[in-house]
């Protein structure tokens, strides 16, 4: 009875069953070259088994955890900045550690202060190839809405003043504060939940448009796909990044420039756009437009 | 995220959710194991094996969980504890049986397959992993690589698998391994 590749592969990922698993059987036992076969077989999948579960190992492992205490929120992630209607979103493999703390701080500045720029830094180490930054989700909390009005007090004039800065930087360091006592979970036994359900996959931000109030940002998750090309595409809300993201990092922008609104990518000191509709994979071309990039530089320097 | 949305998400193969869920339990079992005499190092160990021990069986179309998921970690973790504990005392009583000379052989050829999955391609290594070790479907692998279709992920799986054999297959030949 001849066996085909295809049969050994399912019966070793273990997908043969009742009678195909029989006659498989008792081939496999007339068979010294199929058993040779089998065995090699078995081998190379077992490895590439092997393999992935130490790239998953690898993977949970470079993501930093405190001894035995949830890790405390650390402000070099999260860069608070005031700046003229942008809203900047940055994602990485370090954003999940502090996601939870991210947006709480976020949400608790958004009640006191205006125009945020949000930067989270992405540090995933060369050393581990596993960490791939990966998904974010922003979403417009109906909390913005009440800021608006003065968010055009502080944007309208269109001047991006230093003191801002430093007056939301401020802003930032009591926001982390809190957030490093929110995350505090109290000790925890095994029925004891520490606010997992409160874990909102969300990334709040408040949108601020150019005056207008009109407030509504489409959830974007990102998922990164591995490539040598960098390229993207938008799918079911979701973008899709292609290239090799996982040694440096790679920062989202939002341009609210009338009348539309603009994503950008920044990556390896090149800025590109990130055109929404795009449901085929393009690829990236860094943008030369003089007056855009100045404007993405300005913004990403805060 | 709820659980349920975790276990979606996870059943989808979304490593970021796996992370989340890392994080969420980290302390609880961190602390159930150094409680039970680990150091905090093995207490993670174990930890990490027992999430993609989780990671795995949620791709069993059989697999229903009738508890929050902290709660079947934990078991996990206990369990897999308590071998740990009980493969450390006989250690330390036995020493250590004498490896028979076809393991030795074993070993030798899983270390020529390892190096030639090192060098398969990233796009390679990724689609043949998680067909084998994630089970994701071909239609799944293609939204996880962002290809075109299922035809694609089945092309690149057949290609792949080849290429690897063909690299094993002539590594096994220097050795002496194939007759």
Known sequence: MNISEETIDSFLRGDLSGADLEKFNSALAADPKLQQEVSIQRDIVESLKQYRHQQLKNRLNSIEMKPVAVGTFSSAYVKIAASIGVVALLVGGYLFFNKNNAASSISADNTENTAINSEIGNNVTAGAETSTPTEIAATTKPSATENVSNVDATTSSKKSTTSDSKKSSSINEKGSKKSASYSEPSDTEMNEDYSVDKVNDDFSIPTINDGAASISAPQIKVSIVKEKNLGYRFFNNQLFLHGNFSNSTYELYELNNKPSKQLFLYFESNYYELIQGKTKVTSLTPITDKTTLLQLTQLREH | ?179
């Open chain 2, 1 to 179: 995220m709820n659980d349920q949305e975790i276990l979606v998400r996870l059943k989808q193969g979304d490593e970021n959710t796996l992370d989340l869920l890392y994080k969420q339990n980290y302390r609880m079992m961190i602390k159930l194991i150094v409680k039970n005499n680990g150091s905090e190092e093995e207490a993670k160990d174990i930890y990490q094996e027992s999430l993609i021990v989780l990671w795995q069986k949620i791709r069993d179309p059989n697999f229903i969980l009738t508890s929050k998921i902290s709660t079947y970690l934990y078991s996990i973790c206990l369990n897999l504890w308590r071998k740990e504990l009980e493969r450390k005392k006989r250690f330390s009583y036995e020493i250590k049986e004498e490896i028979d000379i076809i393991d030795m052989d074993r070993d030798e050829r899983i270390k020529i397959i390892n190096k030639c999955i090192q060098q398969l391609g990233e796009t390679c290594r990724d689609v043949l992993t998680y067909y084998y070790f994630d089970r994701l479907s071909m239609v799944e692998i293609a939204e996880k690589m962002g290809f075109a279709n299922s035809d694609t992920s089945k092309t690149k799986k057949y290609k792949c698998k080849k290429e690897l054999d063909l690299l094993v297959k002539s590594l096994y030949k220097e050795s002496d391994f194939l007759d």
